[in-house]
């Protein structure tokens, strides 16, 4: 690291114009944690300088009109003018994202902040800033309002020698909208952390808003070793030493500080990466948590307090007790979300993994008590452990179940922070039907497997990838997750489908139509169209096929064939994991051409690619005795006779004419031919005409695949990303079009030209119903009557009808497919799948389903799309959703052995963070502050509603008290009439709006008596949109009549229950009923 900081260490890598527009993306939020993330970033600056051996002293005032000063001794931000952008390099950090020292080598070797770009965006969302340097014996000050110097950089000369900055600010009321105050508390916590975490900084706080101001002072010689000690100020310690880490490996500066408590059941162990706390853990955390599970395992053996047939303690064994702050300092450091929560270096985990693991190892040889201490408290957490999993007879206050692992069923969210999320408990998994395991489903690495093997392998840590129908109507592929088992013993029925193919699965799944809607199947008939799935192998014998044997998938956007390499390629360009520019060749990772699942594909260029295959080849066609047997066989008389045939060979013909392209890329080869072509192109009239229909045809053929549109569309979306203005420069000179009255007239005379009344009629019946689809459906229906598609019979129905809209079979040829009637006759055969027969089964059986993100949809081996579980109704950014099996346990009438052996029990405490029924409610353990259950509207669904809210009232009580709970309110009634239809939540509600309707008028009822009848943007609109939906708050007005009814209604004494519906049931009257 250089001692040079001058403006040209600072780099510059893109502007300022987005942040005012989309705050959120560089703050997270325009709340309060993202307003109180403005004082870090500027402190950040500071803490870079100090961690450069530059700074000891930062202050931090909160003035008294709401403003923030940050002032630091280092050596003050460079005010030289910048090579580059020929503003001065103050100016250039202000103004300009990611410029700053802590880009290149030049300025720091370390440094945390907002992916570097902090300063630049407090600027930005500041209705002011105003800022000092003192550097070189000189003041420089400068303005800025939003973002825009308001004043020239102002130079002084002064007597002192200080140097430093300060920094000023008023957050812009127009950005954060809910106010600009900032927390005291808030701040001194990270400002603590930060001294904490920088041994000898000297950071002083000041609140100048009250009359007497508050002022603190943080300063830690002894860094996180005092930050551990700290915390442990009130618990009864195991050891009295606090053991220390300190090391460097490849410029990765490591610092770990632990210690175990006696009195203390959980571990509680901070990580932070270049001061920033990762919330999310990361690799330093990962190779925390190895280095002690190893270590202890070992030293434990050693010591003989674990016998060589006992397993290993676990890793939350070992940690029962322990506090622990990591920190580390990484020069490069990756980070997952803009907000840094989680670190990704790799390199990291094993660097904490040697350095912990020789120190910690060493010190505990050293001190045997010590040792003997912290393993004889991981194996008590272990046995506890193991009773509780057994019996959940508790040993002391410590759950398991709050070092288990969310249930896999639980379709968790994005969002981390508990105020933000919500999780539904759904009854089964509604809003979706299920198959019979043996179903099979077909996956992009070629294979088609069951159900019941998906789960198995998914079991074992398998990535899997369906065919699915995207939101454009394109064939796709997408990942499949959460395979299990959705019900057991489910009444089922059986659909037998037109190519001979039969589906088991539950009455109310959801299959695919052509036009991309969904119907129960319960619901299909003969004539319904179903969307299908073709496939095929390659040929080099067909027209345009150039590669043998690789899996293509019909495009039913299209009604054209696409190699599903492309597709998975697409897919991987979609997720970012390449761009095309990485390379031209689409690579086979394990050289299985069938195996197109995303993962086993990568981007290679021509040079890779061939030196790829080159290697690849040596050890097949190139091996020695290969070669002698080759050389043998070319010299036979059978053999030159073959070559003479093959010359002849189209197949041979293409391989000549790419030699001959190569033979192009001679330079002086094709300076002549150029040279000579032209003359023979200029003197020619009619080749000339006849190469401009040639090109009109191929742009017109290139242009209707959609893969190639697919292509320009990514073409054009990378342009803009890397052009952004781009976009205000074509908009500027759009605008600037429309000022211009000469060119508006000119689009006023053309719009009337072009709109003529018999365009007007011919683009009203395209838009109701395309010649397109009408005519190939048309053709497929005479394909399904007559076994084939006769085409005089397809012409009588056009003459009787006189349906303009089906086109003639040889106009459909020339418009659609270039007058190719084989392609033609394909896109018919393969346009749907229809449906022969459909019949209830006796017998029951259990039934699975999967998830689809995004899509929601895949394909059956079977050849049919169809929708998968219900899971899709939500937002996945905040909604979870945990399907509980039929009606959980009524925990009023059981003892608490048999709670905790009950799997839907634990996945309900598990996956909402609870602990041990009786325990202090712990709010900050809670996983979700919005608890809601949602039930169908059947009796049963009443029954499991009244049986999850008996758990809540005697499990944790403080759940309902403090307001955690609700009701979801989903409808009964869909009212249609016409195009219009409306939701009623009651009957009441219902014949009200029938009422409204005029006499004769004609209307249907759909009554859903389940969440699985509902499509999934009905139950989003109706049910979980916080936008539209309607929660119902459930609270405790009178705690002691309700701990009556809970004793009467939910307990196992009979004859109370029985006294009290004889007494009240005569008394309800269902129509009033609300809940």
């Known amino acids: 690291m250089t001692t040079n900081y001058g403006a040209e260490q600072i780099q510059v890598l893109e502007g300022l114009e987005p942040v005012r527009k989309r705050p959120g993306m560089y703050i997270g939020t325009t709340g309060p944690r993202g307003l109180h993330h403005l004082v870090y970033e500027v402190v950040d600056n500071s803490i870079d300088e100090a961690l450069a051996g530059y700074c000891t002293h930062i202050e931090v005032d909160i003035n008294a009109d709401g403003s923030v000063t940050v002032t630091d001794d280092g050596r003050g931000i460079p005010t030289d003018v910048h090579p580059t952008t020929g503003k001065s390099a103050l100016e250039t950090v202000l103004t300009i994202l990611h410029a700053g020292g802590k880009f290149g080598s030049g300025g720091y070797k370390v440094s945390g902040g907002l992916h570097g770009v902090g300063i630049s965006v407090v600027n930005a969302l500041s209705e002011w800033v105003q800022v000092t340097v003192w550097r070189n014996q000189k003041i420089h000050t400068q303005r800025y309002e939003r973002g825009i110097p308001v004043t020239t950089l102002e130079t002084n000369p002064s007597s002192e020698t200080k140097t430093g900055t300060r920094v000023s600010f008023l957050p812009d009321t127009e950005i954060f909208t809910q106010g600009i105050e900032f927390d005291y508390s808030t701040l001194s916590g990270r400002l603590r952390e930060l001294a ?5 900084v000297k950071i002083t706080f000041s609140d100048n808003r009250p009359e007497e101001p508050h002022v603190e002072t943080y300063c830690y010689e002894g860094g996180i070793k005092e930050y551990v000690a700290y915390m442990c100020r009130e618990k009864e310690t195991l050891h009295k030493d606090i053991i220390y880490v300190q090391g460097e490996k490849n410029g990765i500066t490591i610092e770990v500080a632990f210690q175990w408590s006696i009195d203390a059941y959980s571990d509680n162990i901070l990580g932070f990466a270049n001061n920033i706390r990762t919330i999310d853990g990361g690799t330093h955390l990962e190779g925390l ?14 010591r003989n307090k674990i016998k060589e047939n006992e397993p290993n303690l676990a890793g939350e064994n070992v940690r029962e007790g322990l506090t622990a702050v990591i920190s580390v300092k990484v020069p490069e450091p990756e980070f997952e979300g803009q ?32 040792a003997d201490s912290i393993i004889e408290k991981a194996v008590q957490a272990f046995k506890a452990a193991e009773a509780a999993r057994r019996a959940r007879d508790l040993v002391r206050r410590k759950s398991v ?7 896999g069923k639980l379709a968790d969210c994005s969002e981390r922070d508990p105020e933000r999320s919500e999780i539904y408990i759904v009854e089964g998994d509604s809003a979706g039907g299920c198959f019979q395991g043996d179903t099979e489903i077909a996956l992009a690495d070629g294979r088609s497997i069951s159900f019941k093997q998906l789960v198995a392998e998914q079991a074992e840590g398998k990535e899997h990838f369906c065919y699915t129908i995207r939101h454009d109507g394109t064939i796709g592929v997408e990942r499949v997750i959460n395979a299990r088992i959705t019900k057991k013993n489910a009444e089922v029925i059986k659909v037998t489908l037109d190519n001979g193919e039969t589906i088991i699965c539950t009455p109310d799944h959801r299959f695919m139509l052509r036009d991309g809607s969904y119907k129960p199947a319960t619901s299909l008939t003969p004539d319904d169209s179903l969307m299908p799935l073709y496939r095929k192998l390659s040929d080099t014998g067909e027209p345009g096929s150039t590669i043998e044997g690789y899996e293509m998938v019909w495009n039913p956007a299209s009604d054209s064939w696409l190699f599903t390499h492309l597709v998975a390629d697409w897919y991987n360009r979609w997720r970012g994991v390449y761009s095309v520019e990485e390379g031209e060749h689409c690579h086979h990772i394990d050289f299985n051409k069938l195996n197109n699942n995303p993962t086993n594909l990568q981007r290679l260029s021509s040079a890779d690619y061939l030196a790829l295959h080159r290697h690849h080849i040596e050890k097949t066609l190139h091996r020695p005795d290969v070669i002698e047997k080759c050389r043998q066989l070319r010299q036979t008389e059978e053999f030159r006779s073959m070559m003479s045939q093959r010359m002849l060979d189209p197949e041979t013909r293409q391989i000549l004419s790419e030699q001959a392209k190569a033979q192009w890329e001679v330079e002086e080869y094709k300076a002549y031919m150029t040279e000579k072509w032209r003359a023979f192109y200029e003197s020619n009239e009619d080749y000339r005409q006849q190469n401009t229909e040639q090109l009109y045809r191929a742009q017109q053929r290139y242009w209707r695949d959609g893969e190639n549109r697919q292509v320009q569309a990514e073409r054009v979306r990378q342009h803009f990303i890397e052009h952004p203005e781009r976009r205000e420069e074509y908009s500027l000179a759009s605008k600037q079009q429309w000022q211009d009255r000469e060119l508006l007239e000119w689009r006023r005379e053309k719009t009337k030209e072009q709109w003529t009344e018999e365009f007007r009629s011919k683009r009203r019946a395209a838009l109701e119903k395309t010649y397109y689809q009408k005519t190939l459906a048309t053709l497929k229906q005479i394909e399904i009557d007559r076994g084939f598609v006769d085409l005089e019979a397809y012409q009588n129905y056009r003459l009787q009808t006189k349906d303009k809209s089906v086109l003639r079979f040889d106009s459909f040829c020339s418009r659609y497919f270039d007058g190719n009637e084989i392609q033609a006759l394909e896109a ?22 999967i998830e689809v993100p995004h899509t929601h949809n895949f394909a059956l081996s079977s050849g049919v799309f169809v929708h998968n579980s219900a899971k899709q109704g939500r937002d996945r950014r905040f909604q979870a959703i945990l399907p509980l099996r039929g009606k ?22 598990t996956a909402l963070g609870l602990g041990i029924k009786g325990e202090d409610f712990d709010a900050s353990q809670l996983r979700y502050h919005r608890i809601v259950l949602m039930t169908d509207a059947d009796v049963d669904g009443a029954h499991i509603r009244t049986l999850l809210l008996t758990f809540f009232y005697r499990y944790q009580k403080s759940l309902i008290e403090q307001g955690y709970v609700y009701i979801a309110c989903p409808p009964l009634y869909k009212l249609e009439r016409g195009k219009n239809h409306s939701y009623c939540y ?9 009422a409204e309707f005029p006499a004769n008028a004609n209307y249907t009822i759909q009554r859903f008596k389940g969440l699985g009848e509902m499509m999934p943007a009905q139950l989003w609109d109706t049910t979980m949109n916080p936008e539209t939906r309607t929660l119902k708050q459930v609270e405790i007005e009178d705690a002691a009549k309700a701990e009556e009814l809970f004793t009467i209604l939910m307990g196992d004494r009979v004859a109370p229950r029985r006294e009290f519906i004889e007494t009240y049931g005569t008394r309800l009257n269902l129509a009033d009923l609300d809940i």
């Open 401 to 407: 179940l709050e070092s288990s692992p969310l249930p």
């Open 196 to 200: 904490y975490l920088n041994a000898g």
């Open 986 to 994: 009651s009957d009441r509600e219902l014949q009200q709006r029938i």
């Open 339 to 370: 907000t840094k929560t989680k670190l990704g270096n790799t390199e990291v985990r094993g660097i904490v993994d040697s350095l912990v693991g020789e120190t910690l190892s060493d010190y505990l040889e050293q001190n045997p008590q010590v």
């Open 888 to 909: 959980i346990l009524n925990i009023e009438k059981t003892d608490d052995a048999k709670i905790y052996k009950n799997n839907e029990i634990q996945s309900l405490i």
């Open 828 to 849: 018919v055969a393969n346009y749907n799948h229809r449906v022969v027969s459909i019949e209830r089964i006796e017998e029951k059986f259990d039934v699975y389903d």
């Open 289 to 302: 948590k190895a280095v002690l599970t190893r270590t202890l395992n070992n030293i434990a053996r050693k």
